[in-house]
């Protein structure tokens, strides 16, 4: 039965990636494995199927805030959460009551090494969102209010203090880890666990740590990560079977929250929970803390050795600090120490998260090594040892392209192409995207073990081409910056500038074209580039021909035409494009790409666009895990 229930947990877990998958998996073992209770095994696999597919939202006309981030407030009312972003976040306070006239549908996105921006919304409740005009705010009452403006605590430093710490809003990014794993309920189950010392009765404990957590959640509308550490803490009670206790945390939060099992806050203690079951080692803290760099590698794509080594101690001086804070909520004697506290510590953290940064993305050559390296080492004397040896050194190395890649990065309404030799061995970046994508750029290039950029070019002078580009030259080493075109000739690439004599008034017509040669294939990026540069592109260069285009302006019927689809004859075209009002693509350009019997892919559809030189064959990477030959 404990063994049913952990293959049922693992399916549907692997649902929420790929479905076909977890069926196939799910049908061999049913057929295959001798599995008591296989048809409730399988009943339960349908009811979470319909569980991922129902939608708890409902129209909101007001709610209550319980979460304050930095721009931006969450307003609850029953199961439905409304995100608003906000000018002013210091006048909002937790249990204020907001009236809202209207709402707006979410704009969601996501990217292979990033995190998938519709299920994170659904792991937080999150329907809609709203404008700050569109809304009123009535102040409101009780005790989690008046804790949220810092208890009999005046000092407004220490009312910003409190909310980060303890009601996790307007959060500090050096105590984000911290926060999502909700170290804040697991530290007040310790401090209930310490009033029951003497009384030494296990159950009163144990209801009364359950109702503290059942007032809480609903004054907070029950944060993910109090309702993992509540669900944990049931299953540390029912059961002895360690096995039993993963499969209950897995099977019970999906239900709960079935989004919320990819979110950090479930996946690393679940981490902990899978690696000492079924890969143990002699070293635990070594364990720990390969756990926590493969997790949040995973996440993150870049983390401090130094500050992953020292976690323990951190963990500690964090737990101290919410202790410390918790006091001054009553005590104001105490704000000066507070204040002197945190923020030493505070430093301490975002000194330790900038020495010895380790970046890349876990790949599946990764895991099969790691495999490979266990069966062959196990119950070794070092193990422990050469298993995190691997890791720092595994991580960056095969995270590294093994051929010459070409991604269109979805960075929303805007370009940014990645141009790659096998290695790294050189790196050009064509456009930067709008600064409203500068996390998803960012997050791509630390999944790609890049650290310099080679060539770094600028099409034109939009902001959504070259919006990022001042981030990027303080975050990354550039040693080229071009703006008015160059060919570049590499070992397995040549990248060629197609300058174009235009006189005209619009600033699209100023951007730069290049083609690129790779292997045995043409590729154009005509960045947005109008019917009139086109008309002057055709003239210009009467020969030019490309098996994948990068179509102007985000799908614009300004670009694209017949006569440049003609001239070209392209089989595949890319769409860089986002959530817009502009109407992009038009239907009247996809429509023409019909026509022409041109494949055409968005960003905002099927995310980053990752094209795949090998020896062999090449193909297209899309999401979600969709691979397409050419």
């Given at each position: 039965?404990?063994?049913?229930?952990?293959?049922?947990?693992?399916?549907i877990?692997?649902?929420?990636?790929?479905?076909?998958?977890?069926?196939?998996?799910?049908?061999?073992?049913?057929?295959?494995?001798?599995?008591?209770?296989?048809?409730?095994?399988?009943?339960?696999?349908?009811?979470?199927?319909?569980?991922?597919?129902?939608?708890?939202?409902?129209?909101?006309?007001?709610g209550?805030?319980?979460?304050?981030?930095?721009?931006?407030?969450?307003?609850?009312?029953r199961?439905?959460?409304?995100?608003?972003?906000?000018n002013?976040?210091?006048?909002?306070?937790?249990?204020?009551?907001?009236?809202?006239?209207?709402?707006?549908e979410?704009?969601?996105?996501?990217?292979?090494?990033?995190?998938?921006?519709?299920?994170?919304?659904?792991?937080?409740?999150?329907?809609?969102?709203?404008?700050?005009?569109?809304?009123?705010?009535?102040?409101?009452?009780?005790?989690?209010?008046?804790?949220?403006?810092?208890?009999?605590?005046?000092n407004?430093?220490?009312?910003?203090?409190?909310r980060?710490?303890?009601?996790q809003?307007?959060?500090?990014?050096?105590?984000?880890?911290f926060?999502?794993?909700?170290?804040?309920?697991?530290?007040?189950?310790?401090?209930?666990?310490?009033?029951?010392?003497?009384?030494?009765?296990?159950?009163l404990?144990?209801?009364?740590?359950?109702?503290?957590?059942i007032?809480?959640?609903?004054?907070?509308?029950?944060?993910?990560?109090?309702?993992?550490?509540?669900?944990?803490?049931?299953?540390?009670?029912?059961?002895?079977?360690?096995?039993?206790?993963?499969?209950?945390?897995?099977?019970?939060?999906?239900?709960?929250?079935?989004?919320?099992?990819?979110?950090?806050?479930?996946?690393?203690?679940?981490?902990?929970?899978?690696?000492?079951?079924?890969?143990?080692?002699?070293?635990?803290?070594?364990?720990?803390?390969?756990?926590?760099?493969?997790?949040?590698?995973?996440?993150?794509?870049?983390?401090?050795?130094?500050?992953?080594?020292?976690?323990?101690?951190?963990?500690?001086?964090y737990?101290?600090?919410?202790?410390?804070?918790?006091l001054?909520?009553?005590?104001?004697?105490?704000?000066?120490?507070?204040?002197?506290?945190?923020?030493?510590?505070?430093?301490?953290?975002?000194?330790?998260?900038?020495?010895?940064?380790?970046?890349?993305?876990?790949?599946?050559?990764?895991?099969?090594i790691?495999?490979?390296?266990?069966?062959l080492?196990?119950?070794?004397?070092?193990?422990?040892?050469?298993?995190?040896?691997?890791?720092?050194?595994?991580?960056?190395?095969?995270?590294?392209?093994?051929?010459?890649?070409?991604?269109?990065i979805?960075?929303?309404?805007?370009?940014?192409?990645?141009?790659?030799?096998?290695?790294?061995?050189?790196?050009?970046?064509?456009?930067?995207?709008?600064?409203?994508?500068?996390?998803a750029?960012?997050?791509?290039?630390?999944?790609?073990?890049?650290?310099?950029?080679?060539?770094?070019?600028?099409?034109?002078?939009?902001?959504?081409?070259?919006?990022?580009?001042?981030?990027?030259?303080?975050?990354?080493?550039?040693?080229?910056?071009?703006?008015?075109?160059?060919d570049?000739?590499?070992q397995?690439?040549?990248?060629?500038?197609?300058?174009?004599?235009?006189?005209?008034?619009?600033?699209?017509?100023?951007?730069?074209?290049y083609?690129?040669?790779?292997?045995?294939?043409?590729?154009?990026?005509?960045g947005?580039?109008?019917?009139?540069?086109?008309?002057?592109?055709?003239?210009?260069?009467?020969?030019?021909?490309?098996?994948?285009?990068?179509?102007?302006?985000?799908?614009?019927?300004?670009?694209?035409?017949?006569?440049?689809?003609?001239?070209?004859?392209p089989?595949?075209?890319?769409?860089g494009?986002g959530?817009?009002?502009?109407?992009?693509?038009?239907?009247?350009?996809?429509?023409?790409?019909?026509?022409?019997?041109?494949?055409?892919f968005?960003?905002?559809?099927?995310?980053?666009?990752?094209?795949?030189?090998?020896?062999?064959?090449?193909?297209?990477?899309?999401?979600?895990?969709?691979?397409?030959?050419?």
């Open positions: 039965m404990i063994n049913g229930l952990l293959f049922l947990s693992f399916c877990y692997l649902s929420l990636f790929s479905y076909p998958l977890s069926i196939c998996l799910l049908l061999f073992f049913i057929l295959f494995k001798s599995f008591k209770y296989k048809p409730v095994i399988i009943l339960v696999f349908i009811l979470f199927q319909f569980r991922l597919n129902f939608n708890p939202c409902e129209p909101i006309e007001k209550r805030v319980i979460e304050i981030n930095n721009q931006s407030i969450l307003v609850n009312h199961l439905t959460n409304v995100l608003i972003n906000v002013d976040v210091e006048q909002y306070a937790l249990q204020d009551e907001v009236i809202i006239y209207s709402t707006q979410l704009e969601t996105s996501f990217h292979r090494y990033g995190f998938n921006q519709s299920y994170y919304y659904q792991s937080r409740g999150i329907c809609y969102k709203a404008l700050e005009s569109d809304t009123f705010r009535i102040e409101g009452k009780g005790f989690f209010h008046w804790l949220s403006q810092g208890g009999f605590n005046d407004p430093q220490f009312k910003t203090l409190s980060s710490l303890l009601f809003s307007t959060p500090d990014k050096s105590f984000e880890l926060l999502s794993l909700g170290l804040i309920y697991s530290s007040l189950i310790k401090a209930i666990e310490l009033c029951f010392l003497k009384v030494k009765n296990r159950k404990e144990s209801i009364c740590i359950l109702f503290v957590f007032i809480i959640g609903y004054y907070l509308g029950y944060p993910l990560s109090l309702v993992r550490v509540c669900v944990f803490y049931l299953s540390t009670m029912l059961f002895q079977d360690r096995m039993l206790r993963l499969s209950f945390n897995i099977l019970i939060f999906s239900f709960i929250s079935p989004y919320g099992l990819t979110q950090l806050a479930f996946v690393l203690p679940i981490a902990f929970q899978f690696f000492t079951l079924f890969l143990p080692m002699k070293s635990k803290y070594i364990q720990r803390l390969i756990i926590l760099i493969i997790v949040l590698t995973q996440y993150n794509q870049s983390n401090s050795i130094l500050y992953l080594l020292s976690f323990p101690i951190l963990n500690i001086l737990r101290c600090a919410l202790y410390l804070t918790t001054t909520l009553f005590i104001p004697l105490l704000t000066e120490w507070c204040l002197v506290f945190t923020d030493t510590l505070n430093s301490l953290f975002i000194f330790m998260q900038s020495l010895f940064v380790l970046k890349g993305h876990i790949s599946v050559m990764f895991i099969l790691f495999l490979i390296v266990y069966q080492l196990y119950n070794k004397k070092y193990q422990s040892y050469i298993y995190l040896m691997y890791t720092f050194i595994a991580i960056p190395l095969l995270s590294l392209p093994l051929f010459p890649t070409v991604t269109l979805n960075v929303g309404q805007g370009d940014s192409i990645l141009i790659q030799q096998a290695f790294n061995q050189s790196v050009i970046l064509l456009d930067t995207g709008s600064p409203y994508q500068w996390n750029l960012n997050t791509y290039l630390k999944a790609q073990s890049i650290y310099k950029i080679d060539y770094l070019l600028i099409s034109h002078d939009d902001s959504d081409h070259s919006g990022n580009l001042d981030k990027l030259l303080e975050e990354y080493r550039v040693d080229n910056l071009i703006y008015k075109g160059k570049i000739n590499l397995s690439m040549t990248l060629n500038h197609l300058p174009l004599e235009l006189f005209s008034d619009e600033d699209n017509d100023l951007s730069q074209i083609h690129l040669s790779i292997h045995n294939k043409e590729l154009l990026f005509m947005d580039l109008s019917t009139f540069g086109e008309m002057k592109l055709k003239h210009t260069y009467p020969f030019l021909r490309a098996d994948i285009l990068k179509i102007g302006h985000h799908g614009s019927n300004t670009s694209t035409s017949d006569e440049l689809l003609q001239l070209i004859q089989r595949i075209a890319l769409i494009v959530k817009n009002h502009y109407g992009h693509p038009s239907d009247e350009v996809l429509n023409r790409l019909d026509d022409y019997y041109v494949t055409h968005n960003t905002m559809d099927d995310g980053d666009i990752q094209l795949v030189f090998t020896p062999f064959f090449d193909f297209i990477w899309i999401q979600p895990n969709r691979i397409v030959l050419f």
